[in-house]
């Protein structure tokens, strides 16, 4: 039978800096379904205001970043956007996918993370994760952030991604704390079906930077197991949230406390599941984003 990891009554130490119980926000499955996974589908949108619309009040799109040929194959496209929830009184930095990070993927092609680069918070992360952010974020997402976080003091920072977007906004949430943008309690970041993003020293370096990390893995999703653990060093950040089977309302789960650790995802013999990565909490990311969230 799954276990609940409560996180709410320890105390949580990494690498000597400790975060008191009272930082430690516990997962909840309505936020992850109901609004962090709107935020990572309208990323698929050619107008993530649909997606704002339909699930949020009084919500607002800044601006979608949309690159094509930023990656590795042609025609390939980076994108993410920023918005406004005065509602929930949140900030939103929201990535995509891209199809050929996916078609890398599915060719079992390591290309992407055969190269590395330093991180600003410390260890590597893939080159092909750095660069791509460091586009989208140069390319007017940086500009927007900043003219949101003026605008409204005080607001959350929400972070979230898909896949490929998962990693970007893991790094996103990375890169605004790590330059002193925003205190790490202010974010949020919940990401879909993430790779592995970097080593362990940038594992351990996320870790003590945010009190609210979470990446949901749905059952045998193929792209959490990317690249293998032993590969050039990549290993998870914290906190898993592992749904075994099925998404439905009301489904169990389990929260692991280990960045690489058994007791979810990590402790499968057969993790090849590519209908499980596009497919969380029973929509389709990017088909539903597309429709506008509904």
């Known amino acids: 039978m799954l276990k609940l990891i409560t996180l709410c009554c320890v105390v949580y130490a990494v690498h000597g800096l400790v975060l008191p119980a009272s930082m430690l926000a516990s997962y909840t499955d309505a936020f992850a379904r109901n609004q962090m996974l709107a935020l990572a589908s309208a990323a698929y949108s050619s107008n993530p205001q649909h997606c704002l619309d339909s699930k949020f009040t009084n919500a607002q799109l800044k601006r979608q970043i949309y690159l094509k040929n930023c990656a590795l194959l042609n025609n390939d496209i980076c994108s993410g956007y920023t918005a406004v929830l005065h509602n929930d009184k ?22 992407i993370f055969e190269s590395q680069m330093a991180w600003v918070a410390g260890g590597k992360v893939s080159k092909y994760f750095g660069d791509a952010f460091s586009k989208v974020w140069a390319a007017g997402m940086k500009d927007d952030f ?13 972070v979230s991604g898909h896949s490929l977007g998962g990693s970007l906004a893991s790094l996103a ?3 605004i704390i790590g330059t002193k943008l925003v205190d ?19 594992a351990h370096a996320h870790d ?7 990446r949901v893995t749905h059952n045998r999703d193929v792209v ?24 439905k309302s009301g489904a169990k789960f389990t929260i692991c406390n ?9 402790g499968l ?12 909490f029973e929509k389709d990311i990017s088909a539903w984003g597309d429709k506008g969230c509904n």
């Not at 309690?185 to 020293?201: A, F, I, Q």
């Not at 959490?224 to 998404?247: A, I, L, S, W």
Request: hydrophobic share 30%; aromatic share 16%; net charge negative.
């Open 90 to 111: 949140a900030i939103v930095i929201s990535f995509r996918g891209t199809q050929g990070f996916f078609q890398l993927i599915s060719e079992a092609n390591k290309s």
């Open 146 to 158: 900043a003219a949101l976080l003026s605008q409204n003091p005080g607001y959350e920072i929400w």
């Open 173 to 175: 949430a990375s890169y």
């Open 184 to 202: 790490g309690s202010r974010v949020k970041l919940v990401t879909y079906g993430e790779p592995r993003t970097g080593n362990k020293d940038y």
């Open 208 to 214: 003590a930077q945010l009190a609210y990390s979470y």
């Open 224 to 247: 959490p197991h990317v690249p293998n653990e032993d590969f050039e060093g990549y290993y998870h950040n914290k906190f898993e949230v592992y749904y075994r089977e099925n998404m």
């Open 258 to 266: 280990g960045d690489e650790d058994n007791g979810c995802s990590d």
């Open 269 to 280: 013999w057969i993790t090849t599941s590519v209908d499980d990565h596009l497919h969380y």
